[in-house]
């Protein structure tokens, strides 16, 4: 299976504890999205890579959560201190992009089958 | 703002056709995207459709797009028991990194 794989499928974990989240995108994808969705609603950015390079966060972002792609390849999103708000299902997306049209090609996103975090 | 609606539920019987209806509000809108989850999936890209089109056909789906009055609508043809799922439309608004504004998700129940 070549596309987006995020691990683990589940975490449940207790309040105030900090969890990690790993996301390997497809392999020639340069661009890298973490999205949270909650019961009910669309996903919605939390942040995006363009390789290692951290582009854009959002407010959703609060200092509790960091996201690294150190080598430009597989990213991780962590929480420090979780509460109970932060249960959702976190999915990450990639997309390649290119240099010479500055992005605007239409490759579209590619969703993982996401990380449903409980935190209790 | 960047704000995109959709109707939450829409029940109809195998064989019928499916409409999915989508407002959104950023006229800076380059793409529209059609993705579809299935209980406890990531999101299935569908089809999309570039803002400078009206129609896309894709085997049983159809994209209609109303620039003018900022309207999507996705028609599934012949609609099966397995298409039942969540839809999501999405803009992709331009210079801002590719990203996707999602609605909140269309409920489709096929009725055998």
């Known amino acids: 299976d070549t596309g987006v794989s995020q691990d683990p499928r589940h975490k449940i974990t207790k309040r105030g504890q900090n969890v990690t989240f790993r996301c390997d995108p497809i392999?020639?994808?340069?661009?890298l999205y973490w999205y949270r969705q909650t019961l009910g609603q669309g996903p919605e950015f939390l942040t995006y890579?363009?390789?290692?390079?951290?582009?854009?966060k959002s407010r959703l972002l609060s200092d509790r959560f960091s996201a690294e792609r150190p080598k430009g390849s597989f990213s991780t999103l962590e929480i420090q201190r979780t509460e109970q708000g932060d249960s959702a299902m976190y999915l990450c997306?990639?997309?390649?992009?290119?240099?010479?049209?500055?992005?605007?090609?239409?490759?579209?996103?590619?969703f993982g089958n996401g990380t449903r975090l409980t935190v209790t | 703002g960047e704000d995109v609606e959709q109707s939450l539920f829409l029940s109809v019987r195998e064989g019928d056709s499916s409409v999915i209806n989508c407002t959104y509000t950023?006229?800076?809108?380059?793409?529209l995207y059609w993705y579809k989850q299935e209980p406890g999936a990531g999101l299935q890209l569908l089809t999309y459709?570039?803002?400078?089109?009206d129609m896309k056909q894709d085997q049983r789906l159809t994209v209609l797009l109303n620039k003018k009055d900022k309207h999507l609508s996705l028609r599934i043809a012949d609609t099966q028991t397995g298409d039942s799922a969540i839809y999501f439309c999405?803009?992709?608004?331009?210079?801002?990194?590719?990203?996707?504004?999602f609605g909140q998700g269309t409920e489709l129940s096929v009725k055998p």
């Open positions: 890579f363009q390789n290692e390079a951290q582009l854009e």
């Open positions: 950023d006229s800076s809108s380059t793409y």
């Open positions: 999405a803009e992709r608004i331009g210079n801002q990194g590719g990203k996707l504004i």
């Open positions: 997306a990639s997309r390649e992009t290119s240099p010479r049209d500055r992005g605007q090609l239409n490759s579209p996103l590619h």
């Open positions: 392999s020639e994808h340069n661009r």
């Open positions: 459709i570039f803002s400078n089109m």
